[in-house]
């Protein structure tokens, strides 16, 4: 079983709500602890909006249920009744989930029967609550704050090289087609999993200027980056798609296809060793010549090949000339970002590891 940061910090919250509850004799130190996992998010910026948000649905729970309670009792039926109201306020302020539960649950532990005076059963049970709000917080501010940017790039790294290398196996018709298959359906996951990172990433705050203007380059890049892979993985798809129709194209445009899309994936390859600092500035004369890839002129071949065979059947690489242009176009887009993002940060190479 693998132990994520959000579990951890979610079991540290409850204990140190539930020992700051002991230790100031709250009635009902459990609520802290309840509080605690509906509070706990998965970065400080969004734990702030929580911390705004749990306060205002605790307020608005407590006071429906002190209102209730003075002016109907605390029947099973006024509570569901004030529960009913609750919901309803919360959704109108389009308070999220975890909220509107937590506010519920306020409800529920504030009208409960007691032989204590109300007031200050109350209010001990709504501390209690608010303790475990600001235990999640603090917990997810000072332990373990979480690195979007290289968790962030390491799922870049492995979704592209993962999709560069079953492009260059595709290529050359050597992919087993179940595995590709199920290749295909893991990495489109993956990709999700890298929008919702990239989602976490934009949300962190910075505060210092220079700092601000470093993220902002580095969002503009990963958003680049991103889309960059995303079009060689429609690439991946549209040669999966068309794997029994291969044939159909002459031998000579075949090795066209395989020796411009190497160029392709050899300079996308290239920027994300760049970005991890292991390509350098300065390049001395290699052993092989890497020479830049012609979509354009490819494309303009296989147009080519439709007008000279007259076969509606090989209109359905169109598909596929339409995503290799569109791959170069964003690979040439991402080389203009890289450079510029280089100019101003020279030394600045991006990590995929904590260390």
């Not at 009913?84 to 009208?111: C, F, H, S």
């Not at 204590?116 to 001990?124: D, E, G, I, L, V």
């Not at 893991?186 to 210092?208: A, G």
Request: aromatic share 10%.
């Amino acid at each position: 079983m693998k132990l994520g940061a959000r579990m951890m910090k979610t079991g540290l919250a409850v204990g140190i709500a539930l020992y700051i509850g002991n230790i100031f004799g709250f009635i009902s130190p459990l609520l802290a602890a309840i509080a605690v996992v509906f509070s706990i998010q998965p970065s400080i910026y969004r734990s702030y909006q929580s911390i705004i948000e749990q306060v205002q649905g605790n307020i608005i729970g407590a006071v429906i249920a002190v209102i209730a309670v003075f002016t109907l009792g605390n029947d099973p039926f006024v509570v569901g009744f004030a529960i009913i109201i609750v919901i309803g306020l919360t959704t109108t302020m389009k308070m999220n989930e975890n909220t509107i539960a937590l506010a519920v649950v306020a409800v529920i532990a504030l009208m409960d029967s007691t032989d204590q005076t109300f007031m200050f059963f109350a209010f001990s049970r709504f501390t209690s609550m608010i303790l475990g709000i600001l235990a999640a917080f603090i917990v997810n501010l000072v332990f373990l704050p979480p690195r979007y940017e290289t968790r962030l790039f390491k799922k870049i790294d492995l979704a592209t090289t993962d999709i560069l290398q079953w492009l260059r196996v595709t290529t050359r018709q050597l992919s087993d087609e179940p595995a590709l298959k199920y290749e295909i359906t893991r990495l489109q996951d993956d990709m999700r999993w890298v929008d919702h990172t990239y989602l976490l990433y934009s949300e962190e705050r910075t505060y210092l200027k220079g700092t601000r203007f470093s993220k902002g380059r580095k969002m503009v890049l990963f958003r680049q980056l991103i889309t960059t892979t995303k079009k060689s993985f429609d690439v991946l798809k549209a040669f999966y798609r068309l794997d029994h129709k291969i044939e159909q194209i002459p031998e000579e445009f075949q090795d066209a296809v395989v020796n411009e899309l190497d160029k392709l994936i050899n300079a996308h390859e290239k920027m994300v060793l760049s970005l991890k600092g292991r390509i350098k500035n300065t390049h001395k004369q290699s052993l092989r010549r890497i020479e830049e890839p012609d979509i354009p002129l490819l494309v303009e071949r296989l147009m080519h090949v439709y007008e000279e065979g007259n076969n509606p059947d090989k209109l359905v690489f169109l598909p596929l000339a339409s995503q290799l242009m569109e791959y170069h176009y964003q690979l040439e887009k991402l080389k203009r970002l890289l450079k510029s993002y280089q100019n101003h940060h020279q030394d600045d190479y991006i990590k995929t590891t904590d260390n």
